[in-house]
Nanobody
Framework: QVQLVESGGGLVQAGGSLRLSCAAS????????IGWFRQAPGKEREFVAA????????SYADPVKGRFTISRDNAKNTVYLQMNSLKAEDTAVYYC??????????????????WGQGTQVTVSS
């Protein structure tokens, strides 16, 4: 079983950038597809971005396309989410999650078996 820990969140002004990290322990991250999700206050958790185990494919939610980039370094057992041109509506707790079913890249929350504790991102306008 893999344990995931997010870091890199914080307070940033609109238009700024942050890079989130998702570090794994307990098992190599390279056997999982990884997704980033977020949950704003009073809203349901939603998909943000995902990457396959070998970085062969990525997927992004429409609101973040062109602004966010997901990447991974399996040698460091870490996945990243580079967030640029941040907006107030990006404010949320961001979670990374691991999906052991590598045959397809999922954007569905229920397909992800392992979750981190989340990191808060606050964008001030």
């Amino acid at each position: 079983q893999v344990q995931l820990v997010e870091s890199g969140g914080g307070l940033v002004q609109a238009g700024g950038s942050l890079r989130l990290s998702c570090a794994a322990s307990g098992r190599t991250l390279s056997v999982y597809n990884i997704g980033w999700f977020r949950q704003a206050p009073g809203k349901e958790r939603e998909f943000v971005a995902a990457v396959t185990w070998n970085s062969g494919r990525t997927s992004y939610a429409d609101p973040v396309k062109g602004r966010f980039t997901i990447s991974r370094d399996n040698a460091k057992n870490t996945v990243y989410l580079q967030m640029n041109s941040l907006k107030a509506e990006d404010t949320a707790v961001y979670y990374c999650a691991a999906d052991p079913k590598r045959q397809s890249l999922s954007i569905v929350i229920l397909n992800y078996d392992y979750w981190g504790q989340g990191t808060q991102v606050t964008v001030s306008s």
